[in-house]
């Protein structure tokens, strides 16, 4: 295995995943793990059945055989599990062609899901015998045993709202995600590089500045970016030396915290009234004015957002008000 290179606080290494990170990575030493494993459908030949100009892409994709796969997402998986500390955080991008390995794997590896997300993207390959693939699927575990990162308010304050009066941080915490692919005509890029606004997104939420994060097939380094962008360490690994090559010189120079002046900053109101003792009269203002948003078709969540903020309170202190009279 190659030595690492050493840039800042963070680590790249051309050099099987499993293998970097036993040699590399301490029993239960990162927070929040993000990778994009190999398709497994013949990625490094998908030009020759979509059409797609691949004069800029990279060359040097390490493909994993379909019958390999179950095992190849066995072995990661468990290395993952092994690094992540208690509570820590893994997303896996995935297509759905080898999503029940995948699936199987985190299971095997005793992890606990969160969530299951979806990631929506335009413009998905054409077809005409069959519905249009536009997707991909996030998958958002945890290791159990200690305190999970979620910053409720990274993006968005639970109190602001659209212009039709919809909570910004409802909806943007809905596991259906609408996010652009990049497209960088005339420049050298990875055959699935996946998109800045998705990986700071999760970064985002799931982890703190000098949190270290971790992404196992390194690829292009758009994990790289988010995360060290985004003032945290990071830790990368790439088996293909063309590809680790060619983005080396990028990614040794990317600045800690250099993306955090682009951040949008979240209108946090204080919540006046947390932990104070509920009136009796109070309660029934509360029911009254939830039945009122149903009546005029708002949906549970949306009319929960609204209580919190007219009431002062918390949304969890809200629901568990709401509760004792369903």
């Known amino acids: 295995m190659l030595d690492p290179v050493v840039c800042g606080a963070s680590l790249l290494c051309n050099c099987d995943c499993v293998e970097g990170a036993r040699r590399l990575l301490a029993d239960g030493s990162v927070d929040l793990i993000v990778t994009d494993p190999p398709y497994g459908i013949g990625g490094d030949r998908l ?125 943007d915490r809905e596991d259906v995600w609408t996010i652009g692919r990049e497209y960088k005509p005339g420049r050298a890029k990875n055959r699935n590089e996946l998109p800045h606004a998705l990986l700071a997104k999760i970064v985002q939420y799931a982890s703190n500045e000098g949190d270290l994060v971790c992404d196992l097939f390194l690829g292009g380094g758009s994990t790289a970016r988010a995360a060290i962008g985004l003032n945290r360490r990071f830790v990368g690994f790439e088996l293909s030396p063309a590809i680790f090559a060619a983005r ?61 903020a007219e009431f002062g309170r918390g949304r969890f202190g809200i629901l568990k008000r709401l509760a004792r009279r369903e």
Do not use: C, M
Request: no cysteine; proline share 4%; charged share 20%.
């Open 248 to 308: 080396l010189p990028e990614l040794s120079r990317l600045e800690p915290g250099e993306l955090l002046p682009t951040l949008r900053v979240p209108v946090i109101a204080p919540v006046l009234n947390q932990g104070r003792h509920w009136t009796a009269e109070g309660e029934v203002a509360l029911h009254d004015a939830y039945s009122r948003l149903r009546a005029q078709g708002l949906g549970k969540g949306e009319a929960v957002e609204r209580l919190a």
């Open 47 to 171: 030009d020759r059945h979509y059409n797609r100009d691949e004069s800029h892409v990279v060359e040097g994709y390490v493909e994993v055989p379909a019958d390999a796969y179950g095992a190849f997402s066995r072995a990661w998986v468990s290395e993952a599990a092994r690094v992540l500390r208690p509570g820590g955080a893994l997303f896996v991008i995935s297509g759905y062609t080898h999503l029940y390995e995948i699936l199987g794997a985190l299971r095997e590896a005793s992890l606990v899901e969160v969530n299951h997300i979806v990631w929506k993207y335009p413009f998905g390959v054409y077809t005409q015998r069959k519905f249009v693939s536009s997707h991909y699927h996030v998958l958002y575990w945890t290791k159990a045993g200690g305190n999970r990162t979620f910053n409720l308010e990274s993006r968005y304050g639970l109190g602001e709202r659209n212009g039709d009066g919809g909570s910004l941080n409802y909806l």
